[in-house]
């Protein structure tokens, strides 16, 4: 990257160090007084300096088509040969005849420059091959040379009759400008960038054709006009050289994808302008009355109108083959948003699509419609052991395996990771779907073939869920399949479970349940009750735990174990928190201002699914703001597993112990923590579980007290939970916990039998 911007300032200063020197030269050569061999001489420099600029500019930049610009060396070489024998002819030998040998030299260096020039734009365009810019130059092209032709090389060879040779000779120079015209045509409208050297090498272009139409006319209808010409070509030759020694001529030759519009509008304007040079030829003929080539007229009009058709059915052929390509897009785009990429199935969305279809068909035709919810077994092994390359092969395999055991008008679809879904219409008994599904089974648990070194097998377990339009959504019957293909996977995998009319039963049961926990927290049908905890040191009340339960219309209290794991279930457990919470600290504010302090504490349970939730973060403040309870008084109880559900849940801790509120470890022991991971935990208290709490079992006794140590030793205290006996209260309160809870210090009560007495305090 240095070596190449080093060399890009070399260019840019050899480049206007060129263009400055050189003009100077030129305008200094052809405005002063000097003798006609200085002229020459500076004029053969010129043209030489062009020839070393391109080779220089060319070995500097190392262009992408060195070629094009060696080939415009040459024909820059082959000009300075013709300029240098012209000289020669005119100053030292005082030749006056035409044409001479220097003709020839410079007659061939334009084709020579034009397939250089022809050579950049092909490698401009190599990225995008269309025959419509070129047939628009060919038509301005030809609209050129009908006009030159009328304009300058009929009236040259008419001014040469006597000598055949001198005309022709005379005549290729228009002919040879039409081709540079071409070039240049062709060069502006190609795409990509308009860099310094582009717009050099189009000067360059511009100059030398006006130049050379300049010579001709003034020839044809002027004298004594040649050192303007002449300046003309020489500025025309230090813009060329300028061009090749500046670091962007890399750029003329670099492809480009995306043609720029805005030439579109000026390419236009010139095929509309070239088509009406014959009416304009024609016009002028009948208002002046000035002789004209009416053959020429005829054959220019027939060529470009030959061109302009070639350009209309190009064009139509285009806009055809953009349609096409429009609606082969719009076909990709909608086969991707209805199927899986992976393996060519319906995705989720579509499946639930195809599903409503046929619910509703069968609602018309009363029919039976059947979805079978398949999850494979032993995936994750495969992914984990040979990786995700492998593990795709092995979906594809399934996937076509699936597809060649359903019947036509059925579907399979892919909701996601290793989950598939069938769709069948019109069962007529439960044991097809079954014979379905064991078919599938069957056909997934061969082995697979993942490559030549490799053999995989998988199982599948499937659910089956069968339903009719009206009676019931797609929604609920692909979450019948759902549930049945998880009582597939406990019963030992490998099978298939239809979703029958006792688990709709439950299925109904748990959402009405749900329902009724909404009207219960609305109607305040739920109740708590608070179980005291004890400091071991002063045998004292310190605080309480709010337990709910559900005094449920008809029914009766219920305990948490008979409607809390349903509410865990959704986020309906956030609701009930937060309803615990805020009676919760309410009550303890009426303690405060019964007792006269603020000494009492007040544990409340939060579930995992809400401590993982902001919103636990606002549920608190707005309890504790409500009720104006210092935040220390409130303890927040969480279970290992809540920790162990990701980071948000230790985040959301952390803020909350920020703000002074205390946070409890519940059932220690239970879950998956170790000892040593407690340092890490945002926990301020410890209680153990009640299994540890027993004085029979050597081992047990040795366990709760290596947990105590453990916590002390990292500054957590501890609570003992379940104990309900004196020899577990002398147990707990020798191994050095700090409180203790359990039925033998008090059973669970409601607020209006509890009268907390002598305050005492647990600090964060």
């Known amino acids: 990257m240095r070596d190449q911007a080093i060399s890009q300032r070399i260019g840019t200063r050899l480049s206007r160090g060129y263009l400055v020197s050189f003009g100077v030269l030129v305008i200094a050569s052809e405005m002063l007084p000097v003798p006609r061999a200085v002229q020459d001489t500076v004029y053969d420099l010129v043209s030489l300096s062009v020839v070393v600029a391109i080779v220089v500019g060319t070995r500097l930049h190392q262009p992408r088509a060195r070629v094009a610009w060696y080939l415009m060396a040459i024909g820059q070489g082959l000009w300075v040969i013709a300029d240098t024998t012209f000289n020669w002819g005119q100053d030292v030998l005082h030749v006056e005849t035409f044409p001479t040998i220097s003709d020839g030299f410079y007659l061939l260096g334009y084709p020579v420059l034009a397939a250089g020039i022809a050579l950049l734009v092909k490698d401009r365009m190599r990225a995008r091959r269309d025959l419509g810019p070129f047939l628009d130059t060919a038509t301005v092209t030809a609209g050129l040379c009908l006009l030159s032709w009328i304009l300058l090389a009929r009236p040259t060879i008419e001014s040469l009759h006597q000598s055949p040779g001198a005309a022709a000779v005379a005549a290729a120079y228009p002919a040879m400008d039409i081709l540079l015209v071409g070039a240049l045509i062709r060069l502006v409208s190609s795409p990509g960038g308009r860099s310094p050297a582009f717009r050099m090498l189009l000067a360059a ?81 009948e208002v002046t009355g000035v002789t004209v080539d009416v053959w020429a007229v005829i054959i220019g009009s027939v060529v470009m109108f030959l061109l302009v058709v070639m350009r209309m059915s190009l064009a139509i052929e285009q806009i055809a083959a953009a349609h096409e390509a429009l609606e082969k897009l719009q076909d990709e785009l909608a086969v991707q948003a209805t199927h899986d990429p992976l393996t060519g199935l319906a995705n989720r969305t579509q499946s639930m699509r195809l599903l409503a279809g046929s619910l509703g068909r069968s609602r018309r035709s009363g029919t039976t419609t059947g979805v079978l919810f398949i999850d494979l077994d032993g995936f994750k092994d495969v992914n984990d ?280 470890l519940d059932d220690f022991g239970t879950g998956y923590q170790s000892s040593t991971q407690l340092l890490r935990l945002p926990v301020d208290l410890l209680k153990i579980d009640r299994q540890y709490v027993d004085t029979g079992s050597p081992a047990t006794r040795s366990l709760l007290e290596l947990m105590v140590k453990a916590a002390q030793a990292f500054g957590v205290r501890v609570v003992a939970e379940g104990v309900e006996h004196q020899d577990q209260l002398d147990l707990v309160r020798r191994l050095g916990c700090e409180y203790a809870q359990g039925y033998y210090l008090g059973m669970p009560v409601p607020a209006e039998r509890l009268h907390p007495r002598e305050p005492r305090m647990l600090s964060a």
């Open 205 to 285: 272009l511009a100059l030398l054709i006006t130049a050379d139409t300049l010579s001709v006319a003034f020839d044809l209808f002027a004298t004594n006009t040649v050192s303007v010409v002449e300046y003309l070509w020489l500025l025309s030759y230090v813009a060329w050289g300028s061009a090749a020694m500046h670091p962007s001529m890399t750029e003329l030759s670099d492809p480009v994808s995306s043609p720029e519009l805005h030439f579109r509008g000026l390419r236009l304007l010139a095929v509309v302008l070239a088509t009406l040079i014959s009416p304009a030829i024609l016009a002028v003929h």
């Open 385 to 664: 052991s040979h990786g995700h390359r492998s593990g795709d092969a092995v979906l594809r395999q399934v996937a076509l395996r699936m597809g060649e055991e359903i019947r036509e008008g059925d579907f399979v679809g892919r909701l996601g990771g290793d989950e598939f879904v069938v769709g069948i219409e019109d069962v007529t008994d439960e044991a097809d779907a079954i014979a379905l599904a064991d078919r599938l089974i069957a056909a997934i648990s061969k082995e697979i073939v993942v490559d030549e070194t490799l053999n995989v097998r998988v199982g599948a377990s499937v659910g089956i869920a069968l339903g009719r339009g009206g009676e019931t959504s797609v929604e609920t019957l692909l979450n019948e399949a759902d549930l049945a293909v998880y009582r597939a996977k406990a019963a030992g995998r490998g099978c298939a479970l239809l979703f029958g009319g006792d688990a709709r039963a439950a299925l109904k049961r748990h959402h009405d349940t749900e329902l009724a926990i909404v009207e219960a927290i609305a109607r305040n049908e739920l109740v708590l009750h608070y179980q005291p905890i004890v400091n071991l040191h002063t045998s004292e009340v310190d605080g309480f735990e709010a337990l709910v339960r559900w005094d449920r219309p008809g029914i009766g209290l219920l305990h948490p174990a008979q409607f809390l794991p349903i509410a865990e279930s959704s986020d309906l457990i956030c609701d009930l928190d937060a309803w615990v919470l805020q009676t919760a600290v309410t009550q303890l504010a009426a303690w405060n201002e019964e007792r006269g302090d603020r000494e009492l504490q007040m544990a409340v349970n939060i579930s995992g699914r809400h401590i993982s939730r902001q919103r636990i973060r606002h549920d608190v403040a707005a309890a504790l703001g409500v009720t104006g309870i210092d935040p220390g008084q409130l303890v927040i109880e969480v279970t290992e597993t809540a920790l162990m559900d990701g980071s948000a849940a230790a985040d959301n801790l952390e803020v909350l112990r920020g703000t002074g509120v205390v946070v409890s």
